[in-house]
């Protein structure tokens, strides 16, 4: 995938199994957060790490942000390990790649523990003091990418009345789930966790379904928002939506399967397009701006898809495809 470095690391005493991926700094450090992840082997963890980098890179450039693309992926179970020695040993080694890339909180991690990795280093965003918890931002992005594909697809942007098959109520599909409700959405939601579920229909009315029904669920729009590759030969047949717009990184399992959701007349938004708040709410950190700075910038995800759309249609391609070309011409400059 064009990496420019890939780091394995270990620290025994600390239950520390790592792989911090590089993908590229042509446009500045590499920024990516660290996944805490129980992966069944090295390789999945391998593989990970280095697609989420990559995506790093197109998701920071399309943004219009000075950074690369770089991603860790930490080996583990967050249930069982001592975090304070895992974060203190993680930071230990983001502080040997002497700023190339700058770490960050992601799936299994947290803002606390960000706090931890910067007793070892300054190459760290999402302390709790700073830019903080990036999830609303993450989440808004999105919802932004889902107005813009609805004034593409529906000739209005207002999400009143549609509904959301919302896969993830995490941290930012909860607060997905909360900008939508408000919004005068309908919600249909599944998750791994109950516990998470219930509280999604508690607060915002909306309707549970099992996790291995929410791809077949009717709705206008289908948003991915736990982990990737799960758009592939067996889920796309089973979408009943006109939009896929979500939070989740990697969502196509392979790059053809863009262009098996235009072949079902289903737009797309690339995920690294309208996930890219929470690494532009770092911004906030890393680039001292505004916090009204930065949340211009996350609006501007709107016009970003948009333009990625017209383009699609220009050229006659997967949007999938069109986002990776504007992003190329931002990286490659």
């Avoid at 077949?216 to 990737?228: E, R, V």
Wanted: charged residues 20%.
């Amino acid at each position: 995938m064009g990496h420019e470095q890939v780091m394995l690391c270990q620290d025994e005493t600390a239950g520390y199994r790592a792989i911090i991926a590089i993908h590229s700094t042509r446009l500045g450090p590499a920024v990516g957060g660290a996944r805490l992840w129980p992966y069944a082997n090295d390789e999945e963890a391998f593989i990970d790490a280095l697609r989420l980098s990559r995506g790093m890179t197109y998701k920071s450039a399309l943004a219009g942000l000075p950074f690369g693309g770089g991603k860790a992926v930490i080996i583990g179970d967050g249930k069982t390990v001592n975090r304070e020695k895992l974060f203190r040993a993680h930071g230990r080694f983001v502080e040997t790649l002497g700023g190339r890339y700058i770490t960050a909180e992601d799936v299994g991690a947290s803002t606390a523990d960000m706090d931890i990795v910067h007793l070892e280093t300054q190459h760290v965003a999402g302390l709790a003091a700073r830019s903080g918890d990036p999830s609303p931002w993450t989440a808004h992005g999105v919802f932004r990418a889902m107005q813009a594909a609805a004034q593409y697809r529906w000739h209005a942007d207002h999400l009143a009345g549609k509904t959301v098959a919302l896969q993830g109520c995490g941290n930012v599909g909860y607060c997905l789930a909360k900008e939508l409700h408000a919004a005068g959405a309908k919600l249909v939601v599944t998750d791994i966790s109950a516990e998470r579920v219930q509280r999604v229909v508690n607060e915002f009315g909306a309707t549970a379904v099992r996790p291995e029904m929410i791809y077949g669920a009717p709705a206008d729009i289908f948003a991915p928002c736990a982990l990737g590759a799960i758009l592939d030969d067996e889920t796309i047949p089973q979408l009943q939506v006109e939009i896929v717009a979500g939070a989740a990184n990697n969502q196509l399992r392979e790059a053809r399967h863009g262009a098996a959701l235009q072949k079902r007349g289903i737009l797309y938004v690339s995920d690294y397009l309208a996930n890219a708040g929470g690494v532009i709410n770092g911004c906030i950190e890393m680039l001292d701006w505004e916090p009204a700075q930065a949340m211009k910038r996350v609006n501007s995800i709107y016009d970003t898809a948009l333009a990625v759309f017209a383009l699609a249609q220009q050229q006659g391609i997967a949007t999938s495809e069109a986002a990776d070309r504007l992003a190329e011409q931002q990286w490659q400059i």
